[in-house]
């Protein structure tokens, strides 16, 4: 802990502290980065930026939050490319956005996750010091809801040596007051902030390759209309998978041909994903879905199935 | 017509890859109406600003329209989009459909296409009614699909004048004191007809044979039509996932969204909602699921049944003379 404070102590008056923090739209990133920014300004001398990032998206879909800290005025107005500090928020996030990408080899990992400090170096490829904790879990007790980011604020206090965990917690107190919160959702969440402290683990690692998480060179915009901001990229490249439940995934089965055609799935899967072959006496059978590229795990399908060939089950990731 | 089982096999111009919530209703709507009008004639899409433009338009990335693996010089052949501002979708359509007219009436263009607009309620029914019911008083041959959420969801759930009574927004939120929306909304169904529309409907994807018979019907139509599409909204109705197509079913049996069909000069066509309230399932199982209706219907532990909260029964009981109102309005018609 004494070299880190070291090292943000000169952060803060050289240049900026910086933090990322990746999560789904719902997993309380924000609440997380506006917490810290309202403990932040509270001390008059420190400079502080903090917005989330986020375009269209909807609920499940990954967003990120960005703040800096200084103790001189901060003139930068970028995205943060290169934090000290990566927050992961929730696991299912992982799959779609790369947190670890540009955090430099001494930067530091809070992960919201089940696994130990070692076991999720190996599984994201990271160097540099991992804190985990089990939010999920711990949100379950005292919210009866799987949220892990109020945990993930306590390790992040107890980390960054500018917050005082006491003081933290009255100024988060604040914070939720003025979301018009009932006292009684205030009441579990402060149970739920002190118990999470001292619930954390953590580990220097080195697992990371030399090509592993580097930021990708402006490759520039391509044969582009004036005005447009990326590559143009045909339909079907953004995969939404990422936005199902953390943890399950779809399930399709039928072995007995139960199918009878319905067209029930079909007509009613939002993502229009629902895979058939044509059969000759019922007009269509159904024989899946595109699980691992696009399906929300939004349940409609599971619904509306006459057959119930439809369900819900835990994501067998490969490690 | 075109049989169901062979419209469903079709490749729909609205793909996966959008940003939409999980179980959005507009989704529904969409890949369905890519599949109905992908029938051999080009369509040209003009969108006004609303969940499903935005989440699914990322200029300059088209993430969920496309046709298959189909590159964009293929599928430009047999559809395009038009994004304008949020409050003029039907009157760009209407531009986009005189352009084609005089281009076909040159010779420049050789087959029909067909041109259809769609908007949110916001868009359609408060900023928007004004470019809504010039096109229909035009008569210009658009469809006009309008996917009625209640809300402007985009924006973050403000009120919008569809919004039912009693209803929870960010900008009519229930309180000790105040039920949420008491204002009644607005008769669009009404509106439309009365300006002169060729067609004017509402159903939903929920009853998928209708749904198709009234689209079909609606793009043979000379005039404006214009097709409601009740869309139950999950984050800002906020209910269960996997009740999207349950609730905009039962949005119709109780009298919210009546499924509702009347062609110019004809008369209109009610289904699958009883005219006789004790007929009908109660309000409350459409509004238990929902938290915006929660400060007036809970569940009740012991027996598991929706029921109205001790105290706001007047407020429940206004509801159910609006909607019977309504009904009777729209029975007047048929
Ligand atoms: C002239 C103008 N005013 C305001 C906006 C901001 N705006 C974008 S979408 C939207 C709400 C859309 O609501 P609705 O039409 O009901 O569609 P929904 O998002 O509910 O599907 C608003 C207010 C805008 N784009 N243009
Ligand atoms: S859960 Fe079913 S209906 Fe929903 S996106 Fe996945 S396949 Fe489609
Ligand atoms: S809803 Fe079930 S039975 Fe009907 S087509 Fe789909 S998989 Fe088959
Ligand atoms: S906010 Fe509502 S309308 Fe918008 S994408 Fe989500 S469910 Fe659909």
């Not at chain 2, 402007?152 to 929306?181: I, K, M, R, V």
């Amino acid at each position: 802990m004494e070299g880190i404070a070291k090292k943000f102590s000169s952060l803060l008056e050289d240049a900026a502290l910086e933090i990322r923090a990746d999560g789904k739209a719902g997993s309380g990133v924000v609440l997380v980065m506006q917490s810290l920014a309202s403990m932040a300004i509270a001390d008059k001398s420190l400079h502080v930026q903090e917005w989330p990032f986020f375009s269209s998206a909807r609920r499940g879909a990954p967003i990120r939050g960005y703040l800096r800290i200084s103790r001189r005025p901060l003139e930068q107005s970028s995205p943060i490319t290169e934090p000290q500090i990566s927050v992961m928020m929730d696991e299912g996030v992982a799959r779609a956005v790369d947190f670890a990408v540009g955090v430099p080899p001494d930067g530091i990992y809070v992960l919201n996750t089940t696994l130990s400090p070692e076991e999720a170096a190996k599984k994201y490829k990271l160097t540099g010091r991992v804190y985990t904790i089990d939010g999920n879990a711990l949100g379950e007790h005292y919210l009866k809801k799987p949220l892990g980011n109020i945990s993930v604020l306590a390790l992040l206090t107890a980390i960054i040596p500018l917050f005082k965990p006491e003081e933290a917690m009255q100024k988060f107190v604040g914070v939720l007051k003025k979301r018009r919160l009932p006292d009684a959702v205030i009441d579990a969440n402060m149970n739920l902030f002190e118990a999470s402290l001292g619930k954390s683990a953590f580990a220097d690692v080195a697992c990371a390759g030399t090509d592993d998480h580097s930021l990708a060179g402006f490759a520039g915009y391509g044969e582009l209309m004036p005005g447009a901001q990326s590559r143009l990229r045909l339909s079907r490249t953004n995969l939404t998978s990422a936005y199902a439940r953390t943890g399950f995934r779809l399930h399709f089965e039928d072995p007995n041909n139960l199918c009878n055609g319905c067209g029930h799935c079909i007509t009613n899967c939002p993502e229009n994903i629902i895979q058939f072959i044509p059969d000759p006496t019922n007009g269509v059978r159904v024989t899946g879905a595109e699980i691992a590229s696009y399906c929300k795990l939004c349940r409609e399908c599971i619904e509306v199935c006459p057959k119930e060939l439809f369900s819900e089950a835990p994501l067998q990731e490969s490690m | 017509m075109a049989k169901i089982i062979d419209i469903i096999q079709r490749e729909s111009c609205f793909q996966p890859g959008s940003t939409l919530c999980a179980g959005c209703m507009e989704s529904i709507a969409f890949q369905n109406i890519g599949k109905i009008t992908d029938n051999g004639k080009k369509t040209i899409f003009g969108l006004g600003t609303f969940c499903g433009e935005v989440s699914t338009l990322q200029f300059p990335n088209p993430v969920a329209w496309g046709r298959g693996e189909s590159t964009p010089e293929d599928w430009t052949k047999s559809f395009g989009i038009l994004h304008h501002v949020f409050e003029s979708a039907p009157t760009i359509t209407e531009a986009i459909r005189d352009t084609v007219d005089v281009l076909s009436s040159v010779g420049a263009i050789k087959s029909d296409i067909q041109t259809i607009s769609m908007s949110g309620d916001g868009g359609a029914l408060a900023i928007g009614l004004r470019s809504l019911l010039h096109t229909i008083n035009r008569q210009a041959r658009i469809v006009s699909f309008v996917l009625v959420n209640e809300v402007f969801a985009n924006t973050g759930f403000q009120y919008s004048p569809s919004a039912s009574l009693g209803s929870d927004t960010s900008t009519t939120p229930a309180t000790e004191l105040h039920p949420g929306n008491m204002q009644p909304p607005l008769d669009y169904l009404g509106l439309a007809v009365n300006a002169g529309a060729g067609l004017v409907a509402q159903v939903s994807p929920a009853f998928p044979k209708y749904f198709l018979k009234v689209v079909e019907t609606a793009l043979e139509c000379k005039g404006t039509a214009v097709i409601f599409i009740p869309s139950p909204c999950i984050t800002g109705w906020k209910f269960a996932d996997g009740e999207t197509v349950e609730l905009a079913r039962l949005s119709c049996e109780t009298g919210f969204f009546p499924c509702f069909l009347k062609k110019k000069g004809q008369p209109a066509e009610i289904k699958f909602v009883e005219r006789d309230a004790a007929k009908r399932p109660p309000v409350e199982h459409f509004m238990g699921p929902q938290q915006r209706f929660q400060h007036l219907v809970r569940k009740n532990k012991e027996t598991g049944q929706f029921e109205v909260r001790p105290g706001k029964e007047a407020v429940v009981e206004e509801i159910r003379t609006w909607i019977q109102t309504k009904l009777d309005a729209l029975y007047r018609m048929a």
